[in-house]
């Protein structure tokens, strides 16, 4: 697959070609599915607590007597009947995490990237270097390159690519990832992704294998 390569300004500068494993992979919507659920599930902290009858504070003797007083029978004032009880069939501290077997998540992530390729939605760009280090220069830039929708800007390192980091911090509807962390949430959430040509290189070599 052919795909141009733009500058910031958004001109065309030369073309490339994308690998058809992973820009042209079948496109599994089940698998894509399966593999978004996992990491919603997995970014659940799971620290919701409720306290049982053994936790709650009080209730150590028994209220009244067994029998005689016409009243139900009664164990403790902190049974889950009683105000101030404990509780029961309420959420506790658990796991919400996922096994999925990694051939699995980089298939769904070639599903993905297959999807956006076919829509033309992913932007190759020979750099990304910003002439000033100003969120209005960032904003120009990203209007040049997607107008106005929604960008997931993926970089190649941190080191240089600091001024793309902090100009961005503030422009809503724009993200901007390490290549290496591409993940199906953030590919399905942004409309257009940004690719330079360092950080596409990246992709296609760990998701190429």
Known sequence: MQ?????????????????????????????????????????????????????????????????????????????????????????????????MPRKMRHAALRSALSVKASENSIVIIDNFYLPEAKTRVMASVLTNLVGQDTALVLIPAKATFEEVIRTSNNLPGTKVLLANYINIRDLMKYQKVIVPLDSLSLVESFLGR
Not at 41 to 59: C, I, P, S
Not at 73 to 86: L, P
Request: proline content about 5%.
């Open 3 to 99: 795909a141009d390569v733009l500058n910031i300004e958004g001109k065309k500068v030369k073309t490339v070609e994308l690998s058809p494993a992973i820009f042209e992979a079948p496109i599994n919507v089940d698998l894509m599915h399966q593999a978004l659920v996992r990491q919603l599930a997995n970014a659940r902290l799971g620290t919701h607590a409720t306290k049982t009858r053994n936790e709650v504070a009080g209730g150590g003797r028994k209220p009244w007597r067994q029998k005689g007083t016409g009243r139900a029978r009664q164990g403790s004032i902190r049974a889950a009947q009683w105000k101030g009880g404990g509780r029961i069939h309420t959420p506790h501290p658990r796991s919400y995490a996922q096994a």
